[in-house]
Structures are given as C-alpha cells and as structure tokens.
C-alpha cells in the first residue's frame, strides 16, 4: 500500500467507533504493514515505524468490549465527507489475513496517587529555567527557508534613456529597489531610487515609496506610489512631487501618474541684449531676449498588455494620452504608445512614440539592466500568476520636464555703477520749447543741463539741429555731455558697451569759448575754436573725461587741469596750435591721481606737446600711450616730478616726431620718487640740426630715487643723442636699456652720466646703435660717483666715433662687464675704455666680436693716477688695423700714461694681427697667456702677481 509524505505536519489521530463504555486494557493491537511479507520482522525483533517514509499504519485493537476500536497513525480525523482521501485509513477489514500480525502491548502504568498529582500540578506551575526557554525557543523558530517563499529582494541597474520631450539630453539613470515590508504573497512596501546623469554632466535623480498588493483570486497587483523628483538642467535646478496608481496582470495592465513641480517652477536660464533699440522719453532702451526653463506639470495614463512571449519573458505595448502644462505657455494634449520588451528577468527595452502640439513628435528608447531580476523568489510552480509582477519597476517619467521658452521685449538701458537707468536730455541746438525727451528736445546746452541731476545717470544728448553756436557753460557734478558728432558708447549694465542711436555724424557742434569740468564730468563731441584762455579747464576736481573734442588755437591750454584727482581721461582729442603754453598741461601738487592720455594727435603747441608736472605730496599713475605728439615748441613729453612726490609713468606707443626740443624729457628733483617705463615709441627728429635736442632725456637729481625702463623704441634721426641718462647730486637710480633701434641721431646712440656722489646701476642690452654720428654706446662715470655697468649683447656698427666708450673721471668708482657685444665698421675702435684722474674702474670684457675698424677692435689707456683693473677674455678681433702715436698695427692694444696703474689679464683671445701692450709710463702690470695671436711690448710690463684683475 502506498500513502503521500506530508511531514513535518504528520499528526497522530484516534479514529474509530466507541461504545458508551471505557476502554479495557490492554487490548490487542493488529499492524498493517505495507513492507513485503517476506521481510515482516519476527516477534522476537517487532517492526519499528518509520513515519517520514513508510505508509500508514492501521491498529486494530482488541479487547473484551463487544465494540472494537480502531487506532490509526498517520491518518486525518475522520470527517464528514463521504468522498476518499488519499490519508483515509484502510481499516482492518480491508486487510488480507497474511498483512495482519498479533501484537502484545506492555501494560500500562498504573494510575498516579493523589500525593503525585498535586506534586505534578506544583511543578507545572514553576516558571522555566533559562535552558528550558532557549530549548524551547530553539524549537519554535521558523524554517527560514519556507519565509523566503514568494518574497522579493534588494536589486540594482542602470538604464539609458534617449532625449525626448521636455529633456533635450539622453540620461544614465542608476537604479535601486529596496523591499521595505512584505507579507509573501499579499503586500509589499517598497522603495526605488534612481540617480540621473546627463549627456551634459548635470545631475537629477528621484526616490519613489510605493505599496503593492496582490489578489490572488484575481491574480492581480493593485497598487501605488508617491515620488520626490529633482533635475539639474546645467542652468537651474527643479523639484517635483509626483503620485500614481497602477494595476498590473498577466494579460493587462492600467496606469495614472501625476507629476507636480513645486518650488520655483519657472526660471531664468540667459538674458541677452542683442541690439539698441533706440531713445523713447529720457531713455535707452535695449532689445532684451530671455530664455527660461519651466518644469511642466503632467499627468499621464496608459493601458496595454502582453501581446506575445518572448523567450523567457514578453513583448507587451501601450497606448494612452497624457496632459501636459507649462507655466508661461499654453497646455497641451498628446498622445503616445510604448513598447516593452522584456526577453529576460534582467533586460528591459521599451521604444515610445509621443506627439503633441508644443513638442511636436518625439521618439525615446532605452535600454535597461537589473540584478537581479524583477520577479518573486521561490518554486514558480507553487507561485500565483501575476504575482511577479508585484515586483516590477515603477513605469513613470523618470526626470522633470522641462520646457524652454523664449521671450522678446524691451527695457531700459541701466548705469552699472549706480544700477539706476540711464537719463537723457535730448538738445536739438536751436528747437523752440521742448521737455528734454527725445520727443521733445530742448534747444540749448544750457537747457538741457538745467534738467539734470547730479546723481550719475544723467547725459544731456546735443545734436546739430540748425549749427547754433554754443555759450560757455560749466558742466555739474555727475553729469555728461555728449554730442552726436562722434561715436559715442556707453557703458550699461545689461549688454556690456552699446552704441548711442544718432552717434557717429562728424558733426561737432562748437564752443565758444570755454568748457568748465567739475566732479565725474564729462565733455565729449564738440570743437572749441579760438578760445580766450584755456579751452579746457579743471581746478580741484576729481574723475574727469575729455575726449573726441577738437580744440584749436586757444590762447593758453587747449586742455588744462590743477590738482585733479582719481580717474582723469584725455582720449581722442585732437589739437591744434596753441598762442602760448602746451598742448595739455597736468599740474598736480596734492592728492593721488590716476592719469590716462590716449589716442590724442597734438601739434604746433608752443611749448611742449604733453606737461606733466607732479610736486609737493602729489602722488600719480600716468599711462600716456598712442598719442601723436609733433612740431610742438620744445618737448614732445615733458614729466618732472619735485619735492616728495611720488609717481609711475608709462610711455607706451607713441609716434614723437619733429618736436623742437627733446623728444621725452623726464626729471626726478629733490626727494621725490618715480618707476618710468618708456616702451614701443617712435622717437625721431626732434631738434632742429646742430642742436642739443635728444630723443629720450632722463635725470635724476637731488635725492632723487628712481628707475628708469626704456624699451622696444625705435629712436632715429634725432639732433643729439637718440638716449641721455644723467645721475647728479645723490640721486640713485637703476636703469635699463633693452632692445631698442637707435640709428643716425646727431651725436650718440646712448649716452649715460654717473655725477656728483650719484649711485647708479645701467644695464645695456640687446640694442641695435648704428650710424650714430659720435659713439654708439657712451658711459662716463664721474665725480665721486659709484656705478655698475653691463653692456651685454649689442650691436654697435658703423658709428663716427666708438662702437662702444666707457670712460671714468674725477673719483669716480665703477664696475663694469662688456659682454658678447658686436662692433664694427666703427670710425674709431669697437670698443674702448678709459680711466681719468683718480677714477677707479674694475672691468672685465669677455666674449665681444669686434671687426673692422678703424683703429682698435678692444682699446685701452689709463691716464693720470686713475687705475684700471681689467680681464680680457674669448674676444675674437678680426681685421683691425690698429694705431697708436707712433703707429702700431694690431687688433688689441693697451697702454699707461703719467702715473696711471693697468693690471690687465689677456688670456684666450684671438686677434688677426696680434695684440700690443704700450707701457708708455705709469705702471704696467700684465699678462698674457692663451691667446691666438702674437704679443708685442713696446716697453718692460711688469707680471700681473698679485695684481686683482678679474
């Protein structure tokens, strides 16, 4: 006989008829077995029951009572039901005589005394010991294994998703599924959590709380969610909340989903001001385009189902509307329909198609992967239909959308320094009435600058009109007056640099005869002609513009301001001769002003083109740059700075040309101080022939302290030298002479003057001196003074006299290095130095090229009791023919005189024809040793021993 396991839920019941009467024991117990008859176990070794594994067994029990009974093991209860069951007994009679075997229970215990009941009663009532619970506890717990039936776990994917509407970027989107709480089979609480990272880098992301249930009889998910959205578009930042309702089946499936931005749901992305629009009352106005972003409120829905298996899993479509609006737009109705494909538990594709009025039609596809898979953990054949899909990912629009929206109008130009609009007085010179809007100009200057107020955004606006003459007026605090003769451009806070409407005519109104500036004034657009005086004048004022104006003839200044401070800007005047003074005069004695003169053409003044004079506590930066600055009466530029002031001042760009006197001359007296870079000028015949004019002259004097940069100049066809430095007094300066062109100037290329007790510093280098009447390169240490000299890297060609002279006199002590220079073709030697009276000069000249020249290509003589230290080393002197009184033909050549002192050190050179030492008097310590060529002495020369040449 055969019987179905149902362990461990095996109970034993008591089955039978029974009589009214008790039980006698012992009865007799009859066993139906189900082993085989051969193997049924003696009497001596009764069968054991096993009942994980072997059939029911029947008991028939016999006993004196004329009813029997029946026990069963491994058998239900008897019930009602007349149908059979696989665990009804097979009763006794039912049973072949061979399958029955007579048994003999032992007898059993006799009945407890009442002393042991009461006994058993008291320790049931004692609590448990500890090793009892845990026993007990041990016992009671759980399969674990039945628990995880039906149930689903923690799992992770990515998705990619294309653009599509309301998202112009494609996402990565990283995903969670965390099971909260659930009952196997019935319910389940749930998380997802998504992060979103788009093509472009910015960030979103999502958190969804949902709750399923699952009705078996139906075999159907009910359920919903509710979800916190955010989206970083790359310009703003949205957040949303979102809600749903689903119901998902084997064969069906419906959804609502509901997405609502909260927060700032509609924000800025860019502005822009592509163009002027023009004047309308006292304003400017500026075309104005903004785009924003709008997070979009949506609900959607769908229905579809499964429409065919695939591999393991299915092909299912949908097909529903959706409703979308935007705050700032008009709202729309779309439709859409999706494909979901799903060959596996871990592979999702789903393609959409949308369309609608405000995105037109979109298509999206993405690709999705979890780990892992959706469905319910167990024995599918003992899992419900429908149930996996209890966990499934919820189907909703993962990121906000986002509509972009542009918007066109127009608005006031703003003043950036005062974020206030621009205020304009409209001036037609010679209308009747008016307001001072551009409907209704005013006709005078006057006018216009009687409707303003000092508060930094008011501009009164002239036009020609009918070419009225203008009075003279002072301009108030704060305000501008501008014509629309030139382009005229405004700074405003929205697009930067605009150009004003009706600018750019070349009509320049006219003044006459005088312009007062005050405070954050500004004059711009007009011709002042004739003045009596100064055409343009400021006293004690502060942040000054003047510029495109033309100013000719004025009897004094075209342009001129005392003690003026903060920002002051001299642009694009142009100006003509005056009857006396300079072209722009800047007298400071107090305060600190930042100077700025550009782009001016100044000619035929009779003084100087450009005066700059800072004394008293004056302090100033001064950038005078790209002006043109000729035929002025004496110096193109001239800049002195006394007493204790203080200044930088740079020279950049300018063309300086024909002036009469010096090109640019700078003075540093008494106790003042000053940084002067002079770069990227063209300096060139200024002074008239035969004269004493230079290009650049710069002194220091008094207790002066300064340093002095001229650079990247091309200095030519000037009277007398192209450069003068001159260091009298105490002054101390540093200063360098680096990469200029200086060519045919009257006397020399460069010219530098140590005198008095100065203490300077020069470096020479990289410049080109050529065809300069005298010297090339002249530095003459004088007085007491004490120098360092470097002369590096020149070249000095055919100049009348010297390529490169240094020469010290008087007390004067100086180091110098004359370093891989070129000099040739010069009248005279490539390169000389000498020592006078009692002046002191430590050299050391190494490395130089010289060829070519008239007499030496290196000289040197001592005169007096001066003393000269000197190495000369790695010269190559080529084809110098030489000359001393008598005549010596070599390249080198040295010699004493009086009661001078040489110590020379000859060592490495090379010269085509030698090298001669002319101890004439004095004393002639030298030596010679290394070098190509031969050595000739005119007369004994001491060793150099201990003599410290270098």
Request: proline share 6%.
């Amino acid at each position: 006989m055969k019987a179905v396991n149902y362990s461990p839920y095996i109970s034993l019941f008591l089955v039978g008829t029974f009589t009214s009467s008790a039980i006698t024991f012992p009865p007799t117990i009859a066993i139906a077995q189900t082993s085989n008859p051969e193997t049924q176990p003696s009497p001596e070794n009764p069968a054991k029951l096993n009942l994980e594994t072997e059939s029911p067994l029947v008991i028939r029990a016999s006993a004196p009572s004329p009813n029997p009974q029946t026990l069963v093991v491994g058998a239900s209860a008897p019930s009602n039901n007349p149908q059979p069951s696989p665990l009804n007994p097979l009763v006794a009679d039912a049973l072949a005589p061979s399958d029955i075997a007579e048994y003999q229970p032992p007898p059993f215990p006799p009945s407890p005394t009442t002393q042991e009941t009461e006994e058993r009663d008291r320790d049931r009532q004692k609590p448990p010991t500890t090793q009892e619970t845990e026993e007990r506890d041990t016992e009671e717990k759980p399969n674990t294994q039945e628990t995880e039936t039906n149930t689903f776990s923690v799992r992770g994917g990515i998705r990619y998703t294309t653009e599509g509407a309301g998202y112009e970027e494609g996402f990565t989107s990283f995903e969670g599924f965390i099971p909260l709480f659930q009952n196997p089979g019935k319910n389940l609480t749930f998380i997802e959590g998504r992060l979103l990272l788009q093509n472009n880098a910015a960030l979103g992301g999502n958190v969804v709380l949902g709750q399923r249930f699952f009705d078996e009889s139906a075999n159907r998910v009910y359920g919903g969610y509710i979800a916190y959205d955010n989206r970083d578009t790359g310009n703003n930042s949205f957040n949303q909340i979102g809600v749903g309702f689903e119901t998902l089946g084997e064969n069906w499936d419906f959804r609502i989903n509901g997405y609502f931005p909260i927060g700032d749901n509609r924000q800025l992305a860019d502005e822009s001001f592509p163009s002027v629009f023009g004047f309308q009352g006292n304003d400017l106005l500026l075309n104005r385009t903004r785009q924003f972003e709008s997070a979009m409120t949506e609900v959607d829905t769908e229905f579809g189902g499964k429409i065919a298996r695939l591999g393991e899993g299915s092909l299912r479509g949908y097909a529903g509307l959706y409703y979308i609006d935007a705050p700032g737009d008009d709202s729309a109705l779309g439709v859409k329909g999706r494909l979901e494909i799903r060959p596996t538990d871990y592979l999702t594709l789903n393609l959409s198609v949308q369309n609608d009025r405000i995105f037109d039609t979109r298509v999206v596809a993405s690709l999705g992967i979890t780990f892992p898979g959706t469905s319910a953990r167990g024995n599918n054949d003992d899992k419900p239909k429908g149930l996996d899909r209890m966990g499934d990912t919820v189907a909703r629009q993962s990121t906000i959308l986002v509509l972009e929206q542009t918007e066109q109008d127009r608005v006031a130009a703003i003043n950036p320094e005062t974020n206030q609009p621009w205020r304009f007085q409209h001036v037609v010179l010679g209308a009747n009435g008016g307001n001072g809007t551009f409907e209704s100009p005013v006709g005078t200057v006057q006018n216009g600058i009687d409707g303003t107020v000092s508060d930094g955004n008011n501009i009164v606006y002239v036009q020609l009109g009918n070419n009225s003459e203008i009075l003279p007026f002072e301009i108030p605090d704060q305000v501008q007056v501008l014509s629309t003769g030139p382009v005229q451009e405004l700074d405003t806070k929205q697009a930067g640099t605009v150009i004003l409407p009706l600018s750019g005519t070349g009509q320049l109104p006219s003044i006459d005869p005088l312009v007062i500036m005050r405070n954050n004034s500004t004059l711009a657009g007009f011709a002042i002609i004739n003045a009596p005086d100064s055409a343009v004048f400021g006293r004690n004022v502060r942040n000054v513009t003047i510029r495109n104006n033309l100013i000719v003839n004025p009897a004094q200044e075209a342009i001129k301001l005392e003690n003026v401070t903060g920002g002051i800007n001299i642009a694009n005047n142009i100006i003509d001769r005056t009857r006396s003074d300079s072209g722009i005069l800047i007298d400071n004695s107090f305060g600190a002003a930042d100077l700025r003169i550009a782009n001016n053409t100044i000619t035929n003044a009779v003084e100087d083109g450009i005066t700059l004079n800072l004394r008293g506590t004056a302090q100033g930066t001064a950038n005078i740059s790209n002006n043109v600055i000729s035929r002025n009466g004496i110096d193109g530029i001239s800049l002195q700075i006394f007493d204790t002031a203080q200044g930088t001042v740079n020279i950049t760009g300018n063309s300086i040309f024909a002036n009469r006197a010096i090109g640019i001359e700078t003075i540093g007296s008494n106790r003042s101080q000053q940084t002067l870079n002079i770069a990227n000028n063209i300096i060139s015949q200024n002074g008239p022939p035969g004269s004493l004019w230079v290009g650049i002259r710069s002194e220091l004097n008094g207790t002066a302290i300064g340093t002095i940069n001229i650079t990247n100049n091309a200095i030519t066809d000037n009277a007398y030298d192209g450069i003068g430095i001159v260091l009298d007094d105490t002054a101390t300066g540093t200063v360098n002479i680096n990469n200029n062109d200086i060519y045919r100037n009257g006397r020399m290329g460069i010219f530098t003057s140590f005198e008095d007790v100065s203490q300077g510093t020069l470096n020479v280098t990289n410049n080109r001196v050529s065809n300069n009447r005298d010297h090339g390169i002249y530095v003459s240490p004088r007085g007491n003074s004490t120098s360092t000299i470097t002369i590096n890297n020149n070249t000095a060609n055919n100049n009348g006299i010297n390529g490169i002279f240094l020469e010290s006199f008087n007390f004067s002590t100086s180091t110098a290095t004359i370093s891989n220079n070129i000099a040739s073709g010069n009248g005279l030697d490539g390169i000389s130095t000498r020592t006078n009276n009692n002046s002191f000069l430590r050299s050391l000249v190494q490395g130089n090229t010289t060829n070519n020249n008239g007499r030496f290509g290196i000289e040197m003589t001592t005169f007096n009791t001066s003393r000269l230290f000197t190495g000369v080393r790695f010269n190559t002197l080529i084809a110098n023919p030489g000359s001393f009184f008598p005549f010596f033909p070599f390249g080198f050549g040295a010699q004493t005189l009086e009661t001078s002192t040489l110590c020379l050190d000859l060592r490495n050179n090379s010269s085509s024809n030698g090298f001669v030492f002319n101890p004439v008097s004095g004393t002639f310590n030298g030596n010679a040793s290394g070098n190509n060529g031969t050595v000739v002495q005119s007369n004994s020369v001491n060793s150099l021993g201990f003599c410290p040449a270098p």
